[in-house]
Every structure is written in C-alpha cells, then in structure tokens.
C-alpha cells in the first residue's frame, strides 16, 4: 500500500571483541517500488561512522552497542523491501522493526536515498595561499531532483594536528558555488575544532580519539529547516587543508 516508513530499529547483538568490524560489515539495503536507493554499512547508516560509538541527533541515534534507531520519513507508492546482509565471518542476531504510516503520494514525494564512498590517503595541504594544491574531495554528486538531508565524515586522521580547515563548496543546478562555507569545523557546528564527542540535534561528533585530532574522528550535520532542495543536479565538495600537511 502506500505508506510511509517512519520509524525503523535494528539491533545487533555480537560479541564485544567483534562488534566494531562486524557493524562496519552489516550492510543495510533499501528499495522503493522496486529501485534500491540505499546501500550503506550499518554503522555508518547509524550517524556513527567507523568504530559504531554512540550517536544521537533529531533523524537518527546508536547506543554504541548495536541498537540503532532511524526515525527518517520513507514514503513509497505500492511496497518496501528492507535486507541487513552480513559480509563479517561473524555470527550476528538480529532484531529488525519497522513501523509504517498512511502516506499521500503526490508530485512532490520523493524516495529516501542515503549512500556510502570510502577513500584512502587522501592528501592533507596545510598553506591556504597554495589553494591550488589543495585536493578538493568530492563529498557527494547528485543528479535529478531532491533535497540534500545531511551527511557523516568519518576518517582517520594521519598527521598529528586539525586537519579540518579546508572550505566546503555546495554547487546547486549551476556551475559556480551556490555554497561557500567557511571550514569543516564550522559545517559540523564545531568552531575552534574542539576535538571531543558532543552531540546535538542538528549535529556532533560521536568519535574524537585524541583532543589532537589524530586518529578516528566521525562528524554529522542533519538538516532540519535548512535542508537544500535541488531540481537537477547537487554538488558537495570539502577542501583538504588543515595545520600541517598528511593524509586521511
């Protein structure tokens, strides 16, 4: 029928020893109408990034322990098919529930997305005035029409110092930023780089290894009333420039 998926709880029950890589290694899998839109391992779809630590925002929110609770708006016209698929060479219990609404579909409904990309050794500058070497690392490319709802950095950071002072650029149904921020640090509502986990509704940091920065670091921003509603096409970019120069 056509419904919409408003609350969705998985919970993941592994041993201590494995539960980090065995919730990097639980892919959860979503189709609408028959197109699957999402392919995303579960501790990232979980806000929380590499390690699985505890998350907690408006949309979505982790125990840390493998309890996972989304609370994002899934509409669909006629059915729904969710799978968890386990790639670890662990056994896992699962406990899935979904709970679904009546929906009115319209010409406004769009489907939920949500994807995954992961890249190493990306190059870290650490002098603004050489913006040319700087990499700009390609966050999201979008195509058709949407509205962007957020996102999760999660990346070990090689070098010693902040890494995050590189702008973020937002392209939207054009070719000249729509978007120009001011630093990572700022996008995910953490200015001044303060290095530790906090978390908030709209944003946070559910793992900081060291006040340093070095090591694991996971950052996420939901949008709420600021979400970015594209008609064709939707770019994100962040600039790779922190205080001295090694890769992620």
Known sequence: GTNAVRLLSINIQVDSVH????????????????????????????????????????????????????????????????????????????DIEIRVDDWKWDERSLYFHSSWRQENGIYIHDKPEEADQCVEWNFATLKGRGVYKGDLLSLYNHAPLWYGEGDEKIWVDDTFPSHFG????????????????????????????????????????????????FNKSFKFDIEMLGWKRGEA
């Not at 959860?28 to 579960?42: A, C, Q």
């Not at 408006?58 to 006629?78: E, F, N, T």
Request: charged content about 20%.
């Open 19 to 94: 539960y980090e890589q065995a919730m990097r290694e639980q892919i959860i899998k979503m189709s609408f109408d028959g197109v699957e839109t999402v392919t995303v391992p579960l501790s990232d779809f979980s806000g929380a990034g590499m390690g699985a630590r505890k998350s907690d925002s408006w949309y979505i929110s982790a125990d840390g322990k493998g309890h996972v609770l989304s609370r994002w708006v899934m509409p669909y016209q006629s059915n729904a098919v969710f799978k968890l698929v386990n790639l670890s060479s662990t056994t896992v219990k699962a």
């Open 182 to 229: 001011t630093g990572t640090e700022d996008y995910y509502n953490s200015s001044w780089a303060p290095v530790v986990p906090f978390y908030t509704p709209f944003g946070g940091a559910p793992r900081a290894d060291l006040e340093s920065s070095h090591g694991y670091n996971a950052f996420y921003r939901t949008r709420h009333l600021d979400g970015i509603p």
